[in-house]
Nanobody, 115 residues
Framework: QVQLVESGGGLVQAGGSLRLSCAAS????????MGWYRQATGKQRELVAT???????NYADSVKGRFTISRDNAKNTAYLQMSSLKPEDTAVYYC?????????WGQGTQVTVSS
């Protein structure tokens, strides 16, 4: 059993910053990819950023240059540093961890960016 717990969400003004954390615990051996997804009201869940165990990253075009994903493999923790936040970034942000044959999701953390 693997559990992912997100933290760091909240209310921030446009132009501000937040750092999200995702801590994985449980029966963990090797995590291949970790990533962040978000879902705004009325929209489908979309990829925000992912990182492989080797450090390769992938970002949605809408967040390139503003968001940075990182991970601490020893702690099984991923982070999402969010800067220059815009109201359009408002969404529930979900952490995802991909194992060789399984993947797990966190419950999400709300990020609200005010105009």
């Amino acid at each position: 059993q693997v559990q992912l717990v997100e933290s760091g969400g909240g209310l921030v003004q446009a132009g501000g910053s937040l750092r999200l954390s995702c801590a994985a615990s449980g029966s963990i051996f090797t995590i291949n990819n970790m990533g962040w997804y978000r879902q705004a009201t009325g929209k489908q869940r979309e990829l925000v950023a992912t990182m492989t165990s080797g450090g390769s990253t992938n970002y949605a075009d809408s967040v390139k240059g503003r968001f940075t994903i990182s991970r601490d493999n020893a702690k099984n923790t991923a982070y999402l540093q969010m800067s220059s936040l815009k109201p359009e970034d408002t969404a529930v942000y979900y952490c995802n961890a991909e194992f060789p044959r399984r993947q797990f999701w966190g419950q999400g953390t709300q990020v609200t960016v005010s105009s």
